[in-house]
Nanobody, 124 residues
C-alpha cells in the first residue's frame, strides 16, 4: 500500500529557511511522481512543485515561490525534499505531499495517497 509521510514543518521567522521531507513507502516500482502542495487557512489547496522518479525531472507550478523554493529527490532513502528559503508570512499553511504516475499541474485533485501534512508557520 502506497503511503507518504511528511515532516520538517516548524515555526520560522520571515526571511528564514526550512526543508520539508516526504518519505514514500510501498511503491511497486521506481516510476512515480511526487508533488508538494500547501493549504493556508480558509484557502484552497494549491500545487507547489513536482518531481518525477527516476528521471528527477522537476516542475514548479506556483508562481509566488519560484526562485525561493526548490524540490529534490534522494533515491537512496526514497525521500523528496522541498527546500524553502526567504520565507514570507504568506507561505504559512499545512504542506502536503501526494503521488501520481507523472507530474501534472492540473491541480491537487489528480494526485492521490496524501500524507497527513506538516505545519509551516512564518511569523516574527
Amino acid at each position: 500500500q502506497v503511503r507518504l509521510v511528511e515532516s520538517g514543518g516548524d515555526l520560522v521567522q520571515p526571511g528564514g529557511s526550512l526543508r520539508l521531507s516526504c518519505t514514500v513507502f510501498g511503491f511497486p516500482s521506481d516510476y512515480y511522481a511526487i508533488g508538494w502542495f500547501r493549504q493556508a487557512p480558509g484557502k484552497e489547496r494549491e500545487t507547489i512543485s513536482c518531481i518525477a522518479s527516476p528521471t528527477n525531472s522537476s516542475f514548479t507550478y506556483l508562481e509566488s515561490v519560484k526562485g525561493r523554493f526548490s524540490i529534490s529527490r534522494d533515491k537512496s532513502n526514497r525521500t523528496v525534499y522541498l527546500f524553502m528559503s526567504n520565507l514570507e508570512p504568506e507561505d504559512t499553511g499545512v504542506y502536503y505531499c501526494a503521488w501520481r504516475y507523472a507530474c501534472s499541474g492540473a491541480g491537487p485533485r489528480v494526485y492521490e495517497s496524501w500524507g497527513q501534512g506538516t505545519q509551516v508557520t512564518v511569523s516574527s
